[in-house]
């Protein structure tokens, strides 16, 4: 059945997407335990749905406490204590707070009170028991039905506060899935007491793919934006700590060497076997003082335009002195920067990719392609024997 193998895909990922925020050292944060643990309540609503599909509650009693623990109100609002606490709003720890789990806590002890008076009803005189039961069941399905779109409401409000653009994006991405899922889900609640036609599968169907993509979402937008946070503070740190080496100004003009015309590299390719060659030094220059090999982007054009010079002469320089190409010269600088901040003791908190990626490689794989290239070690083993 293609809904219980979706339910249980989304039932797996999401326990596993939830340990990784929970355990990982790279995403592990206060602002993400709450993600972790909505995802996790998600998880557990659907693994309450295929218990009630396959009617395993029926056949192994002991497994009601999953039903009796309903997280489908807690979700909406452990999202919202998430992008709180993402937006950095300053009373995001206030006690008042708290409030929002009050229907959750009703939700538990209805679903007690209901299965305390369905073992009971033939043993006890249980009618105003069961009377206030079904008051309670009213009085909570009324606080459900307003209180999720007004956590919604609430939520994308909080959104807005946001002053990051990539974030205030994600967020809104995944406050737009979220609104998908549970208003199918308050949909389905509310049409199925009226309707007698079978909707629920639909809605389920509907649910599934939308949790999956909650899923997705919220481990590719926390992975994205833990990397770009890192990013920004090891720039800082590079541009303001002591330890490093102050970056010093070009002492060569530019605007002079761009004033060689191509024509004249022919008579400069007569010194191009030396390193006392303008071109050549003036690179050198560009790549200690202003490191601009730590630009993802940066490729033969780039450096050319900087030195006045064709992109051919420019690979031609660098071959005719330094016996390597293009590639090998700027990434061994990246490799060399990333060795320093990777020894360097204000950098241990930050992951060894964002440390990577900061030095110029424009992505995980050639940054550790390159590392273990050049160095003989992986930039975990090079971090390992360096402490």
Sequence with gaps: MIELTLLNIAIFQGIVISFILLNSPFFKSKTNQYLAFAILSLSWSLLNLVMDITELFSEYPLLKFIDIVDSAVLFPVLILLFVIHQVRYPQKNSKKILWLFLPFILSVFYSILDEIDTSTQANLNSSFFSLFSTVLGFLLFLITLFF????L???YQFIQLSKDKQEKKWLTYLWLFEFIFLTSWLLTVVLSMFIEYEITSLMHIIAVFTSLLIHWVAYAGVY??????EKKKI?????????????????YDLGLSKKIEKTNETTIKTSITSSENIHYQTLEALCSNQKIYMDSTLDRNKVADMLGISPSYVSQLINSITNENFSTYINTFRVEEAKKLISNKEFDNYSLLSIGLECGFPSKATYYNWFKK???MTPNMYRKTHK
């Design 148 to 151: 999720i779109p007004i956590v």
């Design 153 to 155: 409401l609430k939520t």
């Design 224 to 229: 994205k934006l833990k990397l770009a946070n």
């Design 235 to 251: 720039k800082e740190l590079i541009s303001n700590s002591s330890k490093l080496e102050e970056v010093k100004t070009v002492s």
């Design 374 to 376: 050049i160095t003989g």
